[in-house]
């Protein structure tokens, strides 16, 4: 099955910080554009960062500053490192690739993985 799995969610308080991680399975990285992607309860998902084949990134304005994503092709790992958190960013993250540039169109995004929990709070 070509998915991705991520890791490295879980409980922080306001202003700390987590490193998300993103594995893909049964397939590799070269090519493709990686998203990740958020979704809080009863809201939308949304794209919060994009990393390009040739490493152009990409944030949404309200994590400008703050996140930083990387890919490491030979570990087939794209990371998001996640600083200065703020509740407003409790959400289950997910990344997902695609095969065309770096888009905020969800639909051109496949291989989702089942997310990780990032939770801000005090």
């Known amino acids: 099955q070509l998915q991705f799995v991520e890791s490295g969610g879980g409980l922080v308080q306001p202003g700390g910080s987590l490193r998300l991680s993103c594995v893909a399975s049964?397939?590799?990285?070269?090519?493709?554009?990686i998203g990740w992607f958020r979704q809080a309860p009863g809201k939308e998902r949304e794209g919060v960062s994009c990393?390009?084949?040739?490493?152009?990134?990409y944030y949404i304005d309200s994590v400008k500053g703050r996140f930083t994503i990387s890919r490491d092709n030979a570990k087939n790992t794209v990371y998001l490192q996640m600083d200065s958190l703020k509740p407003e960013d409790t959400a289950i993250y997910y990344c997902?690739?695609?095969?065309?540039?770096?888009?905020?169109?969800?639909?051109?995004?496949?291989?989702w993985g089942q997310g990780t929990q990032v939770t801000v709070s005090s």
């Open positions: 990393i390009s084949d040739n490493g152009s990134s």
């Open positions: 049964g397939f590799t990285l070269d090519g493709s554009a």
């Open positions: 997902a690739r695609t095969n065309l540039h770096c888009s905020g169109s969800l639909g051109v995004f496949d291989s």
